[in-house]
């Protein structure tokens, strides 16, 4: 088996502010290999995206990481051409830029904003693939027409010289992906692409980008609030609340033997055509303030099963069984992963 393109240890990011520190990522850890998919969900505030930004570098005062090593694998900074891991929170801004767009790409949330308005798409494809690959701008422009022709853009070579306002939303995101795929990245982050799309363009969205990922071999993480994006694409999933991971294990685990309350919770919201109630089932509650949250579990005040132990101590994230993490003290939980040991 291939090593992990991205370990992620212990992973805190805090932001000092008037108020008090809020700690919007609270110790996350997690592993990609080559060619899979991390489906990241929760609610809003949970530290999704917050995440995916420190891996990112794009981190700034008054955030910083006080804690935590995100090793990705590269040879941007060998000297021989092998593959070793750098630890991305050590790197400097100046480093970060050989990383960023050429090995780790981030597809953002909305396409009507990703792409400059006063440039065409063609200035913006062929200067990210100049500024990372030792090619002309000929060279860069036959690169860019390519990826549009592979992300279903009808007559590139022409539509590469309109505007961003001269295509549709669904074009437009395709035209993100395309440029997050230019320098084939190792490691493509993909914060909620297709939250501003009509279902159809959705689904094409999903199958392309499946399709490019087994095409160039990415490892992909997916931050969504949708489910059922995350059945369709991930292979494996992380359920994040409060900045804590809550439940990490591959995806039929998730579908078919969620553990976690709050992972629970979540599939109860989703609509579903075979079920005999007529309502939905909202959680009760809102999220938690990340100012200075006390050390328990953050799910605590909205958790229908919560015990007297959980008002004591923050439980870990513990294995349940082969590659099924719970952070939870249900007592059933608690005795399959051994009490108080």
């Not at 050989?98 to 597809?107: E, F, L, N, Q, Y």
Request: hydrophobic share 40%.
């Amino acid at each position: 088996m291939s090593e992990p393109v991205l370990i992620v240890e212990n992973l805190k990011t805090y932001f000092d502010i008037a108020e008090g520190t809020v700690k919007a990522v609270n110790g996350v850890s997690f592993t990609l290999n080559p060619n899979e998919s991390l489906g990241v969900v929760g609610e809003t505030g949970s530290g999704k995206s917050v995440t995916m930004k420190t891996i990112m570098g794009l981190i700034k005062k008054p955030g910083y990481i006080p804690e935590g090593r995100i090793l990705f694998l590269t040879d941007e900074f060998s000297k021989d051409g092998k593959k070793e891991y750098v630890d991305l929170t050590k790197l400097t801004p100046q480093q970060f830029t050989r990383i960023r767009g050429r090995h780790i790409a981030m597809i953002f949330q909305d396409p009507m904003t990703s792409l400059n308005p006063m440039y065409t798409v063609a200035d913006q494809m062929i200067e990210t693939i100049m500024y990372h690959q030792n090619v002309s701008e000929l060279e860069a422009r036959k690169r860019a027409v390519e990826l549009l022709r592979k992300v279903g853009i009808p007559n590139a070579d022409k539509r590469i010289d309109d505007y961003p306002f001269q295509f549709s939303g669904g074009q437009r995101q395709r035209i993100v992906i395309a440029i997050g795929l230019s320098c084939n990245p190792e490691l493509l982050i993909a914060d909620e692409p297709t939250t501003a799309l009509d279902v159809t363009i959705q689904a094409q969205i999903l199958e392309l980008m499946k399709d490019l990922q087994n095409e160039f071999n990415t490892a992909m993480i997916y931050i969504t609030h949708d489910l059922s994006v995350v059945a369709e694409i991930a292979d494996k999933v992380m359920v994040m609340y409060g900045g804590n991971q809550m439940e990490v294990a591959d995806v039929n685990t998730i579908f078919e033997k969620p553990t976690h309350p709050y992972t629970n919770m979540l599939l109860n919201c989703i609509p579903r055509h075979d079920a005999k109630k007529d309502e939905l089932e909202p959680i009760p509650g809102q999220p938690p303030i990340m100012l200075d949250p006390p050390d328990l579990c953050p799910f605590l005040p909205r958790c229908p099963m919560a015990t007297e132990k959980c008002r004591k101590a923050k439980p870990d994230l513990n294995e349940l069984e082969p590659g099924h993490f719970v952070r939870c003290w249900n007592p059933v939980l608690d005795a399959k992963m051994g009490g108080d040991k």
